[in-house]
Every structure is written in structure tokens, then in C-alpha cells.
């Protein structure tokens, strides 16, 4: 079975907005960990728009399912990972004028670089996650370089403008999930998941793992945190 793992970056966003103490990600995580999640997310971007490196030190001392830290591969951003030393670090993209993460991490164009992060994490006993798009040549890289998962980028099916691109975007991550499982990586997925897009993953059974958090903290604004997690949790029980 599938299980949640909610980004609480959006918490930190609000509270980045004014410039205040509040609100708290840390106490989203705890509540999203009570509600039934079983990772909890954070993206520590270059920019630090969002979260802040004392939210991580902080959670790595209350996350009590698994703490994943998403980051570029730079060399601050693996000197950070080496120190707090989450549970797994999902390497990503990251251009500092997008709105977040457009696409996934070309592998293939800076093996060297991610090879070398990979290896590096994986010594200090850190899982190693590589978020890229549903491409087979992609999936065969991380392979190579020994990542132990992936996580599959959904966002050009969640935004697809018709239903035939729809329909076309779902095929590819099904083929992309099939092969990463043959080739033995962790399968994970997310990027623009919500509560209608996540039905469509039914029978999909070799995912292990869904990263969402924009539909799960916009919904928490109007039901609670806790409601909000506790339903994506029953709709992915239900795949």
C-alpha cells in the first residue's frame, strides 16, 4: 500500500509573506503526523523562500515517521543534508525566478554531479530520492548512478489542458513506474497531486510513496490540518 508524505513548505510560505513567527511548520508536520502521514517534506530552496534551515534543524528532532529534505545538489545544500542528517534527501531542480519546481532533474545532462551527491549521501547513511519526469532513459540513469528511489514528476498530467494530453501524460508514468520498479528503484510520485487528480492512480500498486502538500495545506486553510491529511490518507488507502 501507498503511503502520504505531506510538504509543509506552504506553512512557511504564509509565514515568510509578513515576516512573522508564525504560522509554524513545524507544528503543520506534527499534525500532519498525527493525522495519519507518514513522511513529512521540505524543500530548503537556494533562495529560502520558504523554509528556513532552523525548520529543518527543528524538525529532524520531532519528525517521528521520516523527515525528506528536498534541495538542489549543490555543495552548501549537501553540507546542510551531512549535518542535520534526514532520512532521505530528494534531490530537485531549482531555478530561483519559478513559482516551484517546473520539471524534473535532467540526470542525464549532469550525471557527474549527481553521481558524485548520490555517492556522497549514501556514505554518510542518507537515502538518496531523484525527482524527475516520467522518461525512461532518465529512470535508467538514476539506476546507474545508485539512487534508491525515484519520484516521478506528475505535474504535466495534474495541469494537462485536455484529456487527451491527460490520458497521454498518465501513460507515461505508468510505463515510468513499471520500469523503475523492474529495475528495483523505490517508486515515488508527486508534483500538483490533489484530492480529484490522486483517484487516478488506482491499481497502481507499485508506487510507494505520494509527496503532496499544496492541495493538502490549501484544503487544512478551511477544514484543519488534521481533516485535510486524514482524507488524502482514506483516498489513497481506497487506490
Known amino acids: 500500500m501507498a503511503y502520504l508524505s505531506v510538504n509543509v513548505d506552504h506553512v512557511a510560505t504564509l509565514r515568510e509573506a509578513r515576516g512573522a513567527e508564525y504560522p509554524e511548520p513545524v507544528a503543520a508536520a506534527i499534525a500532519a503526523e498525527t493525522a495519519g502521514a507518514r513522511g ?25 515517521t521520516k523527515l525528506i529534505l528536498e534541495m538542489a545538489a549543490t555543495t552548501a545544500g549537501i553540507g546542510i543534508a551531512l549535518d542535520i542528517k534526514p532520512d532521505v534527501v530528494t534531490l530537485v531542480p531549482e531555478k530561483r525566478e519559478e513559482l516551484t519546481t517546473e520539471g524534473g532533474l535532467d540526470i542525464i545532462s549532469h550525471r557527474e554531479a549527481i553521481g558524485e551527491a548520490v555517492s556522497t549521501l549514501k556514505n554518510n547513511g542518507i537515502d538518496v530520492c531523484i525527482f524527475i519526469d516520467p522518461d525512461l532513459d532518465q529512470i535508467q540513469t538514476a539506476h546507474r548512478i545508485d539512487a534508491d528511489m525515484i519520484e516521478l514528476h506528475t505535474g504535466a498530467f495534474c495541469d494537462a489542458p485536455s484529456k487527451s494530453i491527460r490520458d497521454a501524460e498518465f501513460t507515461r508514468i505508468v510505463n515510468a513506474v513499471k520500469i523503475g520498479s523492474k529495475l528495483k528503484l523505490g517508486v515515488n510520485a508527486g508534483h500538483g497531486l490533489c484530492y480529484n487528480t490522486i483517484q487516478a492512480f488506482k491499481g497502481l500498486n507499485e508506487i510507494g510513496e505520494f509527496s503532496i502538500g499544496h492541495s493538502i495545506v490549501s484544503r487544512a486553510v478551511m477544514t484543519g490540518m488534521d481533516r485535510a491529511v486524514r482524507d488524502m490518507v482514506q483516498l489513497i488507502k481506497e487506490l
Open 40 to 64: 513529512v517534506v521540505v524543500h530548503l530552496r537556494e533562495d529560502r523562500r520558504h523554509i528556513q534551515v532552523r525548520d529543518v534543524r527543528i524538525l529532524r528532532q520531532i519528525v517521528r
